[in-house]
């Protein structure tokens, strides 16, 4: 399967972007699909997750009440709704497939599949 993140770009504080994750190459159904994040420097860190079939929703507290993450199951596509964006949200920003059940949406190597990544650059 191939994942191909899209909607990243340039935006002032306090404005808003959607990123969104295709897939492609076969019949998608993940258990969990995830957005993580990494800044120059810094460690690839979970932002959301949600799970394919249930819809069920993580956020890290970073993000929570400003992003928010979905999936159109007939499309084989997620998305990340990103509002009210502060400077130190800028990262590249990775879409993610978890194929097995397992409870740490929040760790990295209990996904699978990854996208090339998308960057999200918010200016102060």
């Known amino acids: 399967v191939q994942l191909v993140e899209s909607g990243g770009g340039l935006v002032q504080a306090g404005g808003s972007l959607r990123l969104s994750c295709a897939a492609s190459?076969?019949?998608?159904?993940?258990?969990?699909v995830g957005w993580f994040r990494q800044a120059p420097g810094k460690e690839r860190e979970f932002v959301a997750a949600v799970t394919w079939t249930g819809g069920i929703t993580y956020y890290a507290d970073s993000v929570k009440g400003r992003f928010t993450i979905s999936r159109d199951n007939a499309k084989n596509t997620a998305y990340l709704q990103m509002n009210s964006l502060k400077a130190e949200d800028t990262a590249v920003y990775y879409c993610?497939?978890?194929?097995?059940?397992?409870?740490?949406?929040?760790?990295?190597?209990?996904?699978?599949?990854w996208g090339q990544g998308a960057q999200v650059t918010v200016s102060s």
């Open positions: 190459g076969r019949t998608f159904r993940p258990y969990r």
């Open positions: 993610a497939a978890m194929w097995k059940y397992s409870s740490h949406y929040y760790s990295r190597i209990e996904y699978d599949s």
